[in-house]
């Protein structure tokens, strides 16, 4: 670590206390830059790397609403807008009981860089609330997205912020916070993507995170000759992306023989098929019941009880050639990497924010295996959000091939992007090199040009 990063992260620990994951989003992104400031001065002499780090604006606000019964709960909303240099602030809102400030500032920090990396034109921003959606009935669900928009209307538009979804909100949670937004300022506008398809969404927005992640690791193989013909995979997460992720595997020809959540997970050595696949997405996005009611349903599978107190995670312990990680963040340490590469996986596309510890990506890249980081891999949802944002301005939906045709060719410049950005910087292979300056030096030319704001 150059005495330029240990001094700048010092600093950032200091006026971010209890922020571990900003921490390391941080520091895995200063650490690829070092290189890049030292080749150019005027970035460092303009502090450029010190304003990307402070958000431009934190909103946070109470949010109070009644349920069914009649008891009155108290939750708290985050609106992170980070960087404007290249668009409107874009990324999604969480509804997870760990969300705090420090996780969302994490992940508005990402996606400053992987909005770039799209190179459509969106700032980067983050949002969420602690408000835990498991097990809730939908008219808690609509209570709840009502009285967090009715605060956070006040910050967003078309033009200046476009949440989407992340962990917790799908298009249950955009219907519901949509027709509030539209009731509040009597304007029917593309505030938000991931919407209905009657009412502004776009064809292939629900498959293309997850289809993004399998598309880039298609280009890595590629560059060795190789495809996923054959190839057993490993998948974690049950929701959206990882759905999505298994669905394209499964077309492209592999085998994805793992599915998680937050209770377990289960092994299927005969893989998930199309038609089980079906079954896990009635069972989550409709039923929203458990991924151990796969292992009852399917006597080839096995379900495992997800321990606390366990040092590594099994799912990550089984023969494979590929692994998705697509539930959340620091999935993978140390040891499951370890694991991972023990057991045969020679590629790791991350569907997740930043689900890879430092510890285990830098085994990951001092082994040289096909790893691509998140801000990269998983920049096809906001992509096609991007994409959902130029029909709404256009207001003419795109066929499905269109969206996915244009999904397919930003995954692959994103991938050419970052692998030729990380050999003209001297560490050929090294996506997070690549990701990470091919993302900054379009929002540090843009500042560069906007002047200190
Ligand atoms: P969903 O809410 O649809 O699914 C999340 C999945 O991860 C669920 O299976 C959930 O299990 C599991 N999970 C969540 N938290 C934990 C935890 N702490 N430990 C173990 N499992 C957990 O979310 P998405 O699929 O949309 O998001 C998954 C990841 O992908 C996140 O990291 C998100 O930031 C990232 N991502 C999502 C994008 C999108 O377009 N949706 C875009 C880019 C990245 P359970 O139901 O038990 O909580």
Redesign the pocket.
């Known amino acids: 670590m150059s005495n330029y990063v240990k001094d700048l992260m010092a600093d950032v620990k200091a006026k971010n206390p209890v922020q571990p994951e900003f921490h390391q989003a941080v520091e895995e992104v200063v650490e690829s830059l070092s290189i890049v400031l030292d080749k150019h001065p005027e970035y460092r002499a303009a502090k450029i790397l010190e304003r990307i780090i402070e958000p431009e604006r934190v909103l946070m606000f109470r949010v109070p609403w009644v349920d069914e019964q009649g008891e009155t709960h108290i939750n708290r909303g985050f609106r992170i807008e980070m960087n404007s240099a290249l668009g409107p602030y874009k990324g999604?809102l969480?509804f997870?009981p760990?969300v705090n400030l420090g996780i969302l500032k994490f992940?508005a920090f990402e996606q400053v860089f992987?909005n770039s990396l799209t190179t459509l034109p969106m700032g980067g921003g983050k949002g969420g609330s602690d408000f835990d959606p498991?097990g809730k009935s939908d008219l808690k669900i609509m209570r709840f997205c009502q009285a967090f928009m009715a605060e956070l209307f006040r910050y967003i538009g078309p033009n200046t912020d476009v949440p989407?979804?992340?962990?917790?909100?799908?298009g249950r949670e955009i219907g519901y916070l949509f027709g509030m937004y539209k009731k509040l300022r009597n304007e029917f506008t593309g505030v938000l993507t991931?919407k209905g398809l009657n009412w502004g969404g776009s064809l292939i927005?629900p498959e293309?995170?997850?289809y993004g992640t399998v598309y880039f690791g298609a280009e890595m193989l590629a560059t060795k000759n190789d495809s996923y013909e054959g190839k057993t995979c490993l998948v974690?997460?049950?929701?959206?992306?990882?759905?999505y992720t298994v669905e394209k595997i499964n077309q492209l020809g592999g085998k994805a023989v793992t599915?998680?959540?937050?209770?377990g997970y289960i092994y299927d050595e005969e893989g998930v098929n199309d038609e089980k696949l079906a079954y896990v997405m009635e069972l989550?996005n409709v039923k929203r019941g458990?991924?151990k009611e796969y292992a009852d349903k399917y006597k080839s599978a096995v379900y495992t009880p997800?321990d606390p107190k366990a040092d590594h995670n099994p799912l990550w312990d089984h023969k494979a050639d590929c692994a998705f990680p697509?539930?959340?963040?620091n999935?993978i340490n140390e040891k499951d990497a370890q694991n991972l590469l023990k057991n045969g996986v020679f590629l790791v596309s991350e569907?997740?924010?930043?689900?890879t510890t430092l510890d285990g990506v830098k085994l990951f890249l001092d082994k040289k295996i096909l790893y691509g980081p998140?801000k990269a891999a998983?920049?096809?949802?906001?992509a096609v959000?991007g994409l959902e944002m130029s029909q709404n301005s256009m207001r003419v939906p795109w066929p499905r091939e269109e969206v996915d045709g244009r999904l397919q060719q930003i995954m692959k410049n994103i991938h050419t992007t970052c692998k030729e950005t990380a050999e003209r910087f001297g560490t050929p292979g090294n996506y997070v090199n690549g990701a990470n300056i091919g993302g900054f030096l379009k929002v540090a030319d843009s500042m560069m040009d906007q002047g200190v704001v």
């Open positions: 999604g969480r997870h760990s992940l992987k498991k989407a979804g992340d962990i917790g909100v799908g991931g927005r293309a995170t997850g974690s997460g049950s929701g959206n992306v990882a759905q599915l998680s959540d937050s209770s989550k458990r991924i997800l697509c539930a959340t963040q999935e569907g997740a924010n930043m689900p998140a998983n920049a096809g949802g906001v959000s």
